[in-house]
């Protein structure tokens, strides 16, 4: 049986991205709904104590599902290499849709005890899993999909919709919190809203992604790498390109999710914003960050990949510090949004051209496995801590350690931004 990626057009090209964006925004809609929420569900899963230490026990359980991202990424990547792209993509979303279901409708600790974050931890497993497959999958697939002249603007379009499904949580947040519940009606049962929508959403984009094209040709009779394909054994073959992989990532996902995910909680238990406010803050920021990644991805088609990526580790490991320690200062709202937007810009030099410089590191048989396991290493054991860390050393009075944290995770990576070669000039995709 093989799989041949038919002729691409213009039109055949942008429906692919845009089909395989729209997967894309849902998976990480129900990945953020989990964080966006977790103010409010909070006390639903885990006895009543003080509010920092029910944040910990839902940013624990967040943090475990990263853990299950590498399974993910090693799972779905080897798959999408031995069966093609699309199949894998659709699948994951299909995963994703489970996770978001049990979360809507498992009864409260009130209700069943234990079994209540027992169930939550097993929706954010398969949850985990899904997304960890995801990410490489989908990167993989919008960088083939895409010229060589426009791959950096095209593969972009994966963090705008991934910030996409941000904002659409955060949307679905404020509709909720300003229109349509109450304060009480949220913390009640309003919550399971977002995740019922989640899992509807994910069932109509798995019927839209069996419609995408492949993006790969796929011999399993003739091609003499079919055995290897997708296997650790062939990604051992890389080994320069797994370590690339991983330390590059580590910097830049401990700053997204600490200028994203984490800026909510930040803004409420640290500076003592409301929680509308909080949301309303990081809503405006995450449009911003969103609308400029194609706007850094043409630069990165321009200037080469490897001048952004030394841009974020110099700008951010000179900022981070300051940019926090202000903020943690501040009370205006304006000057709040300024910081973290400001944090933002600096960010999207890595965030805007990260999955087409994997994707070019890694031939064929061997690339949605090889952007999708080692990424999903470095993100499980510092993007996915990150939160956790955060709340951590902030219960213990040592808040200001993480901003040094930050710190060195973005200088680490930039040691290896400064000795990579630039994967837009030697880039794996040429030529296939």
Known sequence: MSIIAEPQTTQSRVWS??????????????????????????GAFFPKSNPTAQLLNTAGIFAIGFLMRPIGGWLMGTFADKHGRKTALTFSVLLMSAGSLIIAITPDFKHIGIAAPVLLVLARIIQGLSVGGEYGTSATYLSEMATKKRRGFYSSFQYVTLI??????????ILLQRVFLSEDQLHSWGWRIPFGIGAALAIIVMYLRRSLQESVNLDKKDDSQSS????????????????????????????????????????????????????????????????????????SDRIGRKPMLKAFGILGTLTTIPILTYLSQTHSFWVAFALIMLALLIVSNYTAINAVVKAELFPAHIRALGVGFPYAIAVSAFGGSAEYLALLFKQNGHEELFYWYVTGCVMLSLLVYITMSDTQKHSKIEGE
């Open 228 to 299: 290897a394909r997708g296997s650790l054994r062939a990604l051992a073959q890389h080994p320069k390109a797994v370590l690339t992989v991983i330390g590059l990532t580590i910097g830049g996902t401990v700053a997204f999710y600490t200028f994203t995910t984490y800026m909510q909680k930040f803004l409420v238990n640290t500076n003592g914003f409301s929680k509308n406010t909080a949301t309303l803050i990081s809503t405006l920021t995450l449009v911003v960050f969103m609308l400029i990644q194609p706007l850094y991805g043409l630069l």
């Open 17 to 42: 991205i845009v089909g395989g964006s729209l997967g894309n925004l849902v998976e990480w809609y129900d990945w953020y709904v989990y964080s966006a929420f977790s103010l409010y569900f909070a």
């Open 164 to 173: 996409m499904g941000q904002l659409l949580a955060l949307g679905v947040l």
